[in-house]
């Protein structure tokens, strides 16, 4: 079965540290992966996917991910954290059962903290 | 291009009621994708419709369920409720073809009393 998971709930990063988030995921065929963050009261934005190509994916924001196969990681990188970077982090795969839809399968979330 | 908006933003219902949940995608995309966010289960989804037809459907009771209109916009409709049902429903928007990525609406917030 196919899956994601974050292994943290919290991140805690000082202001102007880099920051990772991880990501690893479970999937039987080439995967699908996005990065998605939610700030309190509102929907998901999208960050950056995954799709193929280059495994170092820049995306909105500042932020990048690294794609690892062999480990099938997809961490949420950023050099430099910023204070309002501070929300709920969401990692998600396609789910390749389901063909061509829309179908998401997501991981738990994490809750980056960026202290000043 | 306006973002997926959903309305309506806050919803206070008590077991037992319906409710419908309204969604319009993004100008131009076709496929509009339902999910659950709750503390406990995180996001789920629910399902995905596209011109007009169900592509894929969630694991939950036939309670829930949805529809999309020839512009495009979408209602989901959920009967009976429960106090379970509390929760944020986002509506997600894309092109439908090809894998591009989804644009989430701001959500509605369903509490069941």
């Known amino acids: 079965a196919q899956s994601v998971a974050q292994p943290e709930d919290q991140v805690n990063v000082a202001e102007g540290n880099p920051l990772t988030v991880k990501c690893t995921y479970s999937?039987?065929?080439?995967?699908?992966l996005f990065w998605y963050v939610q700030y309190p009261n509102r929907g998901l934005q999208f960050l950056l996917k995954y799709i193929t190509g280059d495994n170092l994916v820049k995306g909105s924001y500042g932020f990048e991910a690294e794609f690892n196969k062999s480990q099938t990681s997809f961490h949420l990188k950023k050099p430099s954290a910023l204070v309002s970077d501070s929300a709920l982090y969401f990692c998600?795969?396609?789910?390749?059962?389901?063909?061509?839809?829309?179908?998401?399968?997501f991981g738990q979330g994490t809750t980056l903290q960026v202290k000043p | 291009k306006a973002g997926v908006t959903q309305t309506p933003r806050y919803l206070i219902k008590t077991r037992g009621q319906q409710v419908t949940l309204s969604c319009s995608p993004i100008s131009g995309h076709r496929s509009v994708s339902w999910y659950q966010q709750t503390p406990g289960q995180g996001l789920q989804f629910l399902f995905e419709y596209f011109s007009e037809t169900q592509r894929n459907k969630g694991n939950f009771p036939g309670r829930f369920s949805g529809r999309q209109f020839s512009n495009s916009r979408s209602e989901m409709n959920v009967s009976t409720l429960e106090l379970g049902d509390s929760a944020l429903y986002l509506c997600a928007s894309r092109e439908g073809t090809g894998w591009k990525e989804q644009f989430f609406g701001p959500g509605t917030r369903l509490t069941v009393l």
């Open positions: 999937v039987s065929g080439n995967p699908y």
């Open positions: 998600a795969v396609r789910d390749e059962s389901s063909g061509n839809t829309g179908k998401l399968i």
